[in-house]
């Protein structure tokens, strides 16, 4: 016996589903008509047999229903929805970085949700993570998901990617690539990972370009998740790379530049420096062993670069070319504020940009103790704190008031704030932080008087 279908036209939650949309949304609504009919199909008479082996068929069109490219048609699933060809019974949310049932009703009800609202208004769409091949002597190769753009869907009622190269695409996310040049990465920590993400993120540079190299293979398997090439071997970033960041701990720079074989006259790559205390000379002195004339550059960043609000500063070396300046500037700007300084300016910019988020985030924590004391809920002082200070920074930046200024605006005579304020000048708060940013400076001038 067929079901019969239903007498009111389908509406979507989503909206009324337009005819170009209908086909997908029928194939959906099938099962949801079979689930609710199946009962009646089944005759009393038939046995429970029956009625078993009807309701299996059911749970097996279920388990086996794939993605419906026509499902891209409607703008609410669209904008958020990335199919997965490896496994088409399941789609990726490219906001809340999760699988979820190509069924869609599914795709309807997690739209819906608190998270998934909160993710869209808050975070930037990212793809499937990339699966990682180990190809033996510690080199990783990694395949990641391509991104979809207008014009590659080939297949919409399967949803298989086709269209042009996508090995050699020359934008990425839709934006052309700004510096289409081969990167290297020689160390993976935080802070390479902060850069590199943020450069990938803004469509600076393709994936497949990177290469990347540490020790441990922890920091590989993160980063191979973002599609780059990932090694054990320095030499191989070095000769594969056009622009080298040199991402190591200070103590371990001369040995790891040492390690490192001549290169050919034909190769002359730019060295990127994000090395605590090594100023331009003793870099250029180090690198003058593997190529003439080394081009360096010397940066100092922060890790809220991984968010685009990063503190990144730089200064060229002898060698370095007004073009290599430019593309630095033009890189280091998609992360955050970006300025070039003289080389006398490295040490404070350190003790002030570089070593200050962990300022902010010990006073964070700080005053969430503070605010759970006092009866607040963990995790409401915690968010207090933090859109505080959030908030109280971009008053600064955008008013152009001195904070001095700004603080006196919040002290009412006789008031909550000018009394808390006395507190922290009895617990000399502001000779602690000047005299951290002063620790800091004068310790990445001792690192590089150790090299």
């Known amino acids: 016996m067929t079901p019969k279908p239903p007498s009111k036209p389908i509406k979507s939650e989503i909206g009324v589903v337009e005819e170009a949309e209908e086909d997908g949304v029928e194939e959906c609504r099938e099962l949801e008509v079979l689930e609710a009919t199946v009962e009646e199909e089944v005759s009393e008479s038939a046995g429970p047999e029956v009625k078993i082996v009807k309701k299996s068929r059911w749970e097996q069109s279920r388990?086996?229903?794939?993605?419906?490219?026509?499902?891209?048609?409607?703008?609410?699933?669209?904008?958020?929805?990335?199919?997965?060809?490896?496994?088409?019974?399941?789609?990726?949310?490219?906001?809340?970085?999760?699988?979820?049932?190509?069924?869609?009703?599914d795709l309807k009800t997690h739209k819906s949700t608190k998270k998934h609202k909160r993710n869209m208004a808050t975070y930037e769409p990212e793809l499937p993570p990339a699966e990682t091949m180990d190809c033996g002597n510690g080199i990783f190769v990694s395949f990641s998901t391509p991104k979809i753009r207008q014009g590659e869907m080939e297949d919409?009622?399967?949803?298989?990617?086709?269209?042009?190269?996508?090995?050699?695409?020359?934008?990425?996310?839709?934006?052309?690539?700004?510096?289409?040049?081969?990167?290297?990465?020689?160390?993976?920590?935080?802070?390479?990972?902060?850069?590199?993400?943020?450069?990938?993120?803004?469509?600076l540079v393709d994936p497949p370009h990177v290469t990347a190299s540490a020790p441990s293979v922890r920091n590989l398997t993160k980063l191979c998740a973002l599609g780059v090439c990932t090694t054990h071997d320095n030499n191989m970033v070095v000769m594969k790379s056009d622009v080298v960041f040199l991402c190591v701990k200070p103590h371990l720079l001369n040995n790891v530049i040492a390690s490192l074989d001549p290169l050919p006259p034909d190769h002359n790559p730019l060295f990127v420096?994000?090395?605590?205390?090594?100023?331009?000379?003793?870099?250029?002195?180090?690198?003058?062993?593997?190529?003439?004339?080394?081009?360096?550059?010397?940066?100092?960043?922060?890790?809220?670069?991984?968010?685009?609000?990063?503190c990144c500063l730089y200064t060229l070396g002898t060698h370095a070319t007004p073009s290599d300046g430019s593309v630095m500037h033009s890189m280091l700007s998609s992360v955050g504020v970006c300025a070039e300084i003289?080389?006398?300016?490295?040490?404070a910019a350190c003790g002030l940009a570089g070593s200050g988020p962990a300022y902010i985030y010990a006073a964070i924590e700080a005053m969430a103790d503070g605010g759970v004391k006092m009866g607040l809920p963990r995790h409401l002082a915690q968010s207090l704190a933090a859109?505080?200070?959030?908030?109280?920074?971009?008053?600064?930046?955008?008013?152009?008031?001195?904070?001095?200024?700004?603080?006196?605006?919040?002290?009412?005579?006789?008031?909550?704030?000018?009394?808390?304020?006395?507190?922290?000048?009895?617990?000399?708060?502001?000779?602690?932080?000047?005299?951290?940013?002063?620790?800091?400076?004068?310790?990445?001038?001792?690192?590089?008087?150790?090299k």
């Not at 609410?76 to 979820?100: A, F, G, L, N, Q």
């Not at 000379?281 to 690198?287: A, K, W």
């Not at 003289?342 to 040490?347: G, L, N, V």
């Open 156 to 203: 919409p009622e399967s949803g298989v990617l086709g269209g042009p190269n996508l090995s050699s695409m020359s934008t990425l996310g839709g934006k052309e690539v700004v510096n289409p040049a081969s990167l290297g990465f020689i160390g993976s920590g935080n802070m390479a990972q902060a850069l590199l993400g943020a450069f990938i993120k803004k469509g």
């Open 273 to 310: 420096s994000i090395v605590t205390g090594h100023d331009i000379d003793s870099l250029e002195e180090m690198l003058s062993t593997l190529v003439e004339r080394p081009r360096v550059i010397r940066t100092m960043p922060n890790t809220p670069a991984m968010i685009g609000q990063g």
């Open 387 to 450: 859109q505080m200070v959030k908030g109280s920074a971009s008053m600064v930046l955008e008013s152009g008031k001195h904070p001095g200024q700004l603080k006196d605006e919040v002290c009412s005579p006789s008031g909550t704030t000018i009394s808390a304020m006395h507190v922290l000048e009895k617990a000399g708060f502001r000779n602690a932080l000047i005299s951290a940013v002063e620790a800091s400076a004068l310790r990445s001038k001792e690192l590089g008087g150790n």
């Open 342 to 347: 003289p080389e006398q300016q490295m040490d």
């Open 63 to 105: 388990r086996s229903r794939k993605f419906c490219g026509k499902w891209l048609n409607i703008p609410e699933i669209r904008e958020w929805v990335h199919p997965i060809p490896t496994d088409p019974t399941y789609v990726w949310c490219k906001m809340c970085k999760s699988k979820i049932r190509a069924h869609l009703n």
